[in-house]
């Protein structure tokens, strides 16, 4: 059980919204000062916005700042915030592509900085976070960090951050692969003869059924894709088809391989 006086939250859009949700539930601070310049941030009890940093409350000590701004506008954010570096706080980072020396940069090298990947499904608390802890985050910290993250998903740590553009084209994009696996099969079932809406809605109650099955069952996925395989039936003949040669696998092998080469020239 995790807790501390103050978190601050940079940025409350979709991924920090999502958090704060998180950590209000399971109540890991007494106050949440949230810094957004956009004015509908919730008035929920602990919950204290600022549209800047120049507005924080003059006691503000936090445990934990949490940097969710896009990327983008991260330099124009971060400089401000270099007064809370100290070894008593730590700085975790859910922007993609920002490496640990970006921070450590721009707060001074002392700082304590933690970077996270999460997913879209962490929107609804149902994400996966990758983390990677940089030099004199003590573990205490970690634990801190892993206990944010864990509001909003289940959580990983890297002992290799140049594993992070992999992680990014595993669990970063991996839900788009899914909803294009929800687009492609209801394509192939539209074109075997069912009409589109009913393709669609087939598609997308199976993946949402497999993944609750997948999530619920203590069995590995090859023994989940065997229940449902007699041989020689149905399932084995379009299994046979994308299995042959491996195709499946080979296509998001090479998915995965561009995505995260991608990653590491957006990052250099
Ligand atoms: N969405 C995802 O699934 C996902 C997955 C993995 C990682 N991430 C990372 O999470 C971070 C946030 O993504 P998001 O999707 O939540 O973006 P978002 O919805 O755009 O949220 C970012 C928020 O930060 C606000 N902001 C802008 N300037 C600010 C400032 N100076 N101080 C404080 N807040 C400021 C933005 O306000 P305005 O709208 O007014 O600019 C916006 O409300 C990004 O770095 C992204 O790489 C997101």
């Not at 970006?102 to 990947?117: E, K, T």
């Amino acid at each position: 059980m995790i807790h501390m006086r103050d978190l601050l939250l940079i940025g409350c859009g979709k991924m920090g919204g999502a958090m704060l949700s998180g950590w209000r539930r399971a109540a890991v601070a007494d106050r949440y000062l949230v810094v957004e310049p956009n004015t509908d941030v919730p008035r929920l009890s602990g919950v204290y916005p600022v549209t800047d940093f120049d507005s924080l409350p003059p006691d503000t000590r936090p445990g934990v700042v949490v940097l969710a701004v896009k990327p983008q506008v991260m330099d124009e954010v971060i400089y401000p915030y270099r007064s809370f570096a100290k070894s008593s706080t730590v700085f975790l980072s859910i922007a993609a592509g920002k490496p640990v020396d970006y921070f450590l940069d721009r707060l001074g090298a002392g700082a304590r900085v933690v970077r996270a990947m999460p997913n879209t499904p962490a929107a609804i608390a149902k994400g996966v976070s990758v983390l990677f802890a940089g030099p004199g985050v003590t573990p205490e910290q970690k634990a801190l960090c892993s206990g944010l993250l864990s509001a909003v998903g289940a959580v990983e740590w890297l002992e290799d951050e140049d594993l992070i553009d992999v992680v990014t084209a595993v669990s970063g994009g991996g839900p788009a692969y899914v909803f294009l696996l929800i687009e492609a099969l209801a394509k192939a079932g539209e074109a075997a003869g069912l009409p589109a809406d009913i393709a669609m809605r087939l598609a997308r109650g199976t993946v949402i059924g497999a993944g609750a099955l997948a999530e619920q069952s203590r069995e590995a996925a090859d023994e989940l894709r065997q229940n449902v395989t007699s041989p020689g039936g149905t399932t084995a003949a379009a299994l046979a088809e994308l299995m042959d040669g491996d195709a499946l696998t080979e296509l998001l092998t090479r998915a995965v391989a561009a995505a995260a080469a991608r990653s590491r020239e957006l990052a250099g």
